[in-house]
């Protein structure tokens, strides 16, 4: 039996930068099969857009809601009939017809996979969501032994900002893609080496204040396992004291330009600890600058008290 | 935003190398056509891989300085500029010295003694990669030397650069070469030495994409024309280009790079493609372990290639051709560019060739040693001055390709069968083979045997006629494996070789044709040592840009050094298995799809490591 439900699409959720004005045809509904429901969806929209519209839950870790999707991490897999390999359900777009399978032996294989060659090379301890997973599907990263290859490395500290801790680095390219072309045009990172040496890094990599970094901190905000992290967070973590539990968040706006960005103050015992702001914010799309994200050691000046 | 750049300065050699590279290259057209200098990256950008050169060439490394004045000339950033660099493995982002040796320690070398060169090389010459002195030395992937192995490739940079292959190499050579540079190396063995069925005038006379190979001057246009040249772009213009594609999609001929998709629906799809411009590449970065008759074929007859890519740009209306070939292979890459000059010279290329009323002209693109460059998506990353890490799929390149458009990506061997096709007729070339796979078929025969090199044959004749043909296993030996499509390809057993080598037969025999490597094991091959350089390569050449081949290439290798070396863990032929189903179900690209498909088959039909 298959049943027949228009799906709703959250529009914003296949890009949430600023809309140009639609001045185009609108868009056709698409027939899809999935799961052995037939559904409709909007022309233009993927698969993943088209799990989400049904409630289908499928673990994402390098796609990025504001960010053009890389379909590199492969968690996203799902099977598509007549497709020989399974396809990246985060960039992959519903065509007529098409007939998906989210959760066969071979989805659940792949991502099963995908999670322990992760987990057995990089640090997934500060990313969200990962352990559900790994229990979900049964991950055991260990089975690879002591010798297994992976990417541990001391925690790059060269400014006051912000730090880098490519140990848990899962290479999903977020922060080269919000540091170049697609956010700040700053160009000050990419994706350097080949294969399983491959890694993030300036030219020659240099240390943050000798590149192009105007620290604006939007890496941090893509990034999905906490290998970029506010030196705050860092360093709490590193004396125990970090606790998202009693953390709070506050929306404020910026008090520095007329922009007026939105800011999100994650605050701990009463001390700003982090500086976000909404993903789905019209105007920053999470964005800040340096002021937004980093200047807020003034409100907690504690000589003035 | 304005770019930062580092403040190192170059030196003068850098400055002079720039110079000589930069404004003289047309690979900037295309992007410069499509976007006009104002889209999100340089108009300079296409010319990063050949100003990367231009430094590696001149001064030996890629240093701080050449790199930001590199970045300044191109308006490229600094970083993506190194991210590009430190891609590839023939550029150095440390100084090194001039003189590097290469020596190849894959497939087909090892069957030749290549193990043993390499310990050798070791003990007299020291440690590879040691940055002292003025040469050094570094195991190589296949320099695609296999009929005469084991192989190496000189490289010293300086003004001019120089470059020299010796095959086969004793360490002797590798020692003379790294003392002296390799003017004191003997000539390399002419191209034809590489074409055994050349050597007799029966089996000369069945040959048709290697006919001219060693019969004329590849350096000549003339003897080129005399030899049948430019007879097949008369009878494509004489046709039209709709009839072109007709004749081609007749033809049955389907792609020889490996994926064997038909010919004539790539050509009829960019043709169709009302989007211009149309590009049209030519994919001779062949660098599958085992694979070399692409550069036979444009050592040989390099005007053929010239003929063939402007029929197909005839047909499909591209008016740029890149001809994408790989690093390792200075002898085709002299012969081709002086080709090239030769026919713009005399009209068969520019802007009306051979005042048919048609423009076509060529660049060759040099590849800097990266074999996922051959995916023919990351060929355009790599022609556009970005990684070479392939795109996804779809769109498919006929729709969006090269700097965004209608692209065909065509093998060599591919593209110079349209000149028989032009000249006999897409129903009569369907009538050579089988119905299934038509045509003939150039194989990489190499390994044991008596004559390595490649063999030309009408797909048909079975795999143990091939090896015949070849001469067999050398006396005293006897046939343990054939490998079929090189490291992505898969091992049959010596009582599996009479299956009749076409697509279909192949694929009944449960294997594949691949790029037309056949590299034929005796006993002598230790699989063990074998099966690691395999995982070895594909853990070197991931792009890295997916997790399964990323990691999932380490861990197979892992898992490999411990089943055939030990420590042994219980389950470790179960992690080998599982680790190979999600490269091949989840990658992004066929080099991770098929890193596990030679291990798998020699557990499956070799039974080794059980």
Not at chain 2, 257 to 265: C, L, S, T, V, Y
Request: proline fraction near 6%; glycine fraction near 10%.
């Amino acid at each position: 039996m298959t049943q027949t439900d228009t799906a709703r699409i959250d529009t914003t959720r296949i890009d949430t930068r600023p809309q140009e004005t639609p001045v185009g045809l609108p868009r056709r509904a698409v027939t899809i099969q999935l799961d052995g429901h037939e559904i409709k969806v909007p022309e233009g929209a993927t698969i993943l857009d088209a799990c989400e519209s049904r409630g289908t839950a499928v673990p994402t870790l390098c796609y990025g809601d504001t960010l053009d999707p890389v379909n590199a991490c492969r968690l996203c897999v799902v099977e598509v009939e007549n497709s020989r390999v399974l396809v990246p359900s985060c960039s992959r777009k519903v065509e007529p017809g098409m007939v998906v399978h989210t959760d066969t032996e071979r989805v659940r294989h792949s991502r099963k996979m995908v999670l322990e060659l992760l987990g057995s090379s990089v640090d997934l301890s500060a990313a969200p969501s990962v352990a559900g997973w790994m229990k979900q599907y049964g991950a055991d990263p260990t089975r690879y032994g002591e010798i297994a290859k992976t990417v541990k490395q001391p925690v790059k500290i060269d400014n006051e900002l912000y730090v880098r801790d490519y140990s848990r680095c899962i290479l999903c390219y977020k922060c080269v893609d919000a540091c170049g072309e697609q956010w700040q045009n700053s160009f000050a990172i990419t994706v350097a080496g080949r294969g399983f040496d491959a890694h993030i890094s300036t030219e020659f990599g240099v240390e943050l204040p000798e590149s192009a970094c105007v620290y604006c901190g939007n890496c941090i905000a893509v990034c999905p396992t906490g290998a970029l992290m506010f030196k705050t967070e860092h360093d709490m973590r590193e004396l125990g004291t970090w606790d998202e539990s009693a953390q709070r968040q506050t929306d404020t706006i910026c008090p520095y330009c007329g922009v007026g960005c939105t800011l999100t103050l994650h605050t701990q015992d009463n001390e700003i600890v982090k500086v976000t702001s909404p993903l789905d914010h019209s105007v920053t799309s999470g964005n800040l600058c340096i002021k937004g994200r980093f200047g807020f050691q003034h409100v907690q000046n504690h000589k003035r008290d | 935003m304005d770019l930062r750049f580092p403040e190192a300065e170059p030196t003068v050699a850098e400055v002079q190398a720039l110079d000589a590279v930069l404004g003289v290259s047309v690979v900037a057209q295309g992007w410069e056509r499509e976007h006009g200098g104002a889209h999100r990256a340089s108009a300079l950008r296409p010319r990063l891989l050949g100003a990367l050169h231009a430094l590696q060439d001149r001064v030996g490394w890629i240093s701080p300085g050449g790199l930001g004045e590199l970045s300044r000339r191109l308006d490229v950033p600094p970083a993506d500029a190194y991210g590009v660099a430190s891609f590839y493995a023939m550029f150095a982002l440390e100084q090194r010295p001039t003189t590097v040796v290469h020596v190849c320690a894959d497939l087909a070398c090892q069957t030749l003694g290549a193990g043993a060169l390499l310990d050798s090389v070791e003990a007299t010459c020291g440690i590879p990669n040691e940055s002292g002195g003025t040469a050094s030395w570094h195991p190589s992937p296949c320099l695609g030397l296999c009929e005469r192995g084991p192989a190496v490739l000189v490289t010293v940079a300086g003004d001019p650069p120089r470059e020299a292959v010796i095959a086969p190499a004793t360490p002797d050579d590798v020692a003379v070469a790294l003392r002296t540079g390799p003017n004191a190396l003997a000539e390399q063995a002419a191209v034809v030495a590489a074409v055994p069925q050349a050597a007799s005038a029966d089996s000369a006379a069945n040959l048709v994409l290697l006919k001219r190979v060693g019969v004329v001057d590849p350096l000549s246009v003339d003897d080129y024309r005399a030899h049948g040249g430019y007879q097949a772009l008369r009878a494509a213009v004489a046709m039209g280009p709709a009839n072109v594609i007709r004749e081609v999609t007749e033809s049955n001929l389907v792609g020889r790079g490996g994926a064997a998709f038909p010919a004539g629906r790539k050509w009829a799809a960019v043709a169709g493609q009302p989007v211009r411009t149309h590009y049209l590449v030519c994919n001779a970065d062949e660098s599958e372990p085992g694979t070399f008759k692409d550069r036979v074929i444009i050592e040989g007859d390099p005007f053929s290639v010239i003929e063939a890519m402007t029929i197909c740009a005839y047909a499909t209306g591209c008016e740029i051709g890149y001809v994408y070939l790989r690093g390792e292979y200075p002898r085709a890459r002299e012969h081709l560019q002086h080709a090239i000059q030769a026919a713009r010279e005399r009209g068969l290329l520019g802007p009306d060739v051979m005042g048919f009323g048609f423009a076509f002209d060529i660049e060759i693109v040099r590849g800097a040693g990266a074999y996922i460059c051959g995916e023919e998506t990351a060929i355009f990353n790599s022609i556009e001055g970005y990684r070479g890490e392939p795109r996804s799929k779809p769109p498919f390149p006929v729709e969006v390709g090269l700097f965004g458009k209608p692209t065909v990506v065509n093998n060599v061997e591919t593209l110079v069968n349209v000149l028989p096709i032009m000249l006999i007729g897409g129903p009569a070339f369907a009538s050579i083979g089988t119905t299934g796979s038509t045509g003939t078929k150039v194989f990489c025969v190499s390994g044991s045997v008596e004559r390595a090199g490649v063999y030309e044959v009408p797909f048909g004749v079975t795999l143990r006629e091939l090896i015949d043909l070849a001469g067999g296993v050398p006396k005293g030996r006897s046939l343990k494996a054939v490998l079929m499509g090189g490291a992505a390809g898969s091992f049959v057993r010596a009582d599996e070789i009479d299956f009749p080598l076409t697509l279909e037969g192949a694929r009944a025999a449960n294997t594949t044709l691949g790029s037309g490597v056949v590299m034929v094991l005796d006993d002598s091959v230790d699989m063990a040592v074998f099966l690691r350089r395999i995982a070895a390569f594909f853990r070197d050449e991931s792009c890295g840009q997916c997790v399964p081949c990323r990691v999932g290439t380490v861990r197979q290798e892992e898992a490999l050094v411990r089943l055939t070396i030990g420590p042994r863990q219980e389950h470790d032929m179960v992690l080998l298995r599982e680790v190979g189903q999600v490269m091949r179900d989840a990658s992004i690209c066929g080099l991770g799809q098929t890193a596990w498909s030679a291990i798998e088959s020699a557990i499956d039909r070799l039974g080794v490591l059980t």
